[in-house]
């Protein structure tokens, strides 16, 4: 269907295919600094690169004649059928990339049918892009704020507006080192309107002695010093847990430890994640991190994110145990070049590359994938 359906050397395709064109043409879209913003990472951002290495540690191992005409692309998560094991990963303050943000994004969601989870760090209110999405499933990503009251108030918005999902973020209980934030003294937060879902959230307006509409910086100010707690432990976890009847999910999880107690203190699911490499310079590739935490928490739902960047990647991680992977970047980059569009075309392009690949691989659904459809090609040691 792909090639027969327009894209032919005299039809090229809108918007670029390759991951390395993709964040060309974006970086080249954007503010300087929404660029370094989104393509960087923590200190050397060596776990950028671990996070991609990490992939060429398992080559998938195709078989042949198994008849792969009909393919099925659904999976259950949660008790729902998604059409494909893809959702949209919470990227904050996506004003900065295109003026529509998180409601282009939303827009594309709905139109591909694809969950999107939102950032705490919306530059549109929660309550706007659960109206974009519909009944496309939705879950809202908490920042938990070091303001107990904000951490409510966020969770009782998500519900009232129908988010089906709590994903709370434990990686980042302060922002990682990311340099080249510092040398451009970038903080998008501080960006007018970037964080339109904090500065609507009546906990956190009750904390300003003065309206934001009156001072802005004062509002920004602080939301960066509340937005998270470096002082939560798992006993507070328990608590966000008896919050809230939705699933709750941990995302930012890398060691099996911290996965079985996370489901210990009743966590629905886990996203292994290192946040794109944002977080903790020199930290380990995620998906090096997959399998221990899959072994770990048995059948709760486990999902990746950092480094996807084509259908094989989501193959891989699904066959280390994954149900569903999380798009971050890419779809960044969509967003930078033509808004809703340009992210309909990543989302496209991923879904025909995963079939492709899923049937190539000689499979047609992802419950026949396990570790043995891979070769297990990590260093020792
Ligand atoms: C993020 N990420 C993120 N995570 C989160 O829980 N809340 C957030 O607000 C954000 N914001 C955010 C902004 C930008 C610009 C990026 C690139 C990332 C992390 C995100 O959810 C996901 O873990 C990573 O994007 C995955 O890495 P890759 O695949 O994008 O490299």
């Not at 705490?120 to 107990?148: C, H, I, R």
């Not at 709370?168 to 998008?188: F, K, M, S």
């Not at 221990?292 to 094989?312: C, E, H, M, Q, T």
Request: with cysteine.
């Amino acid at each position: 269907d792909v090639y027969a359906s327009g894209m032919l050397a005299d039809d090229p395709p809108e918007h670029p295919v390759r991951y390395e064109e993709l964040e060309r043409r974006a970086m080249a879209a954007m503010s300087e600094e929404a660029a370094a913003y989104v393509a960087g990472g923590a200190g050397t951002e060596d776990t950028i690169t671990e996070n991609r290495r990490a992939f060429a540690d398992w080559r998938i191992v195709p078989r042949v004649l198994r008849n792969v005409s009909e393919r099925d692309l659904r999976v259950d998560l949660f008790g729902t059928e998604l059409d494909l094991p893809i959702l949209l990963a919470p990227l904050g303050v996506l004003s900065i990339v295109h003026e529509a943000g998180e409601l282009a994004v939303a827009r594309a969601a709905a139109e591909h049918d694809v969950p999107m989870v939102l950032s705490s760090a919306s530059s549109y209110t929660m309550e706007e892009v659960a109206e974009e999405l519909g009944e496309t499933p939705k879950w809202f990503q908490l920042y938990w704020s070091a303001d107990p009251d904000i951490a409510s108030s966020f969770v009782e918005r998500a519900e009232h507006a129908g988010y089906d999902a709590i994903v709370v973020t434990l990686d980042t209980p302060l922002l990682g080192w990311r340099e080249r934030d510092i040398e451009q003294g970038y903080l998008p937060f501080l960006d007018g309107e970037g964080v339109a879902n904090y500065v609507s959230d009546p906990a956190f307006r009750d904390r300003l002695d003065v309206p934001p509409e009156e001072n802005e910086g004062t509002a920004l100010m602080e939301f960066v010093d509340i937005f998270g707690d470096p002082s939560l432990t798992w006993d507070d976890l328990a608590s966000l847990r008896a919050e809230t009847d939705l699933p709750l999910i941990v995302k930012g999880v890398l060691h099996p430890d911290d996965a079985e107690r996370a489901v210990e203190c009743g966590a629905d699911g886990v996203v292994v994640s290192n946040h794109g490499g944002r977080q903790v310079d020199g930290a380990i590739g995620a998906l090096t991190a997959l399998p221990g935490v899959v072994d770990a928490v048995g059948d709760v739902p486990v999902l990746f994110d950092s480094g996807i960047r084509s259908g094989a990647d989501a193959v891989k991680a699904i066959a280390l145990g994954a149900d569903a992977v999380l798009l971050g970047r890419p779809y960044a980059y969509g967003l930078a070049l033509d808004g809703e569009a340009g992210v309909g075309s990543v989302l496209e392009n991923f879904r025909a590359d995963l079939d492709l690949t899923l049937a190539l691989a000689g499979h047609t659904s992802f419950d026949e994938l396990d570790r043995s459809i891979l070769l297990d090609r990590r260093p020792s040691g």
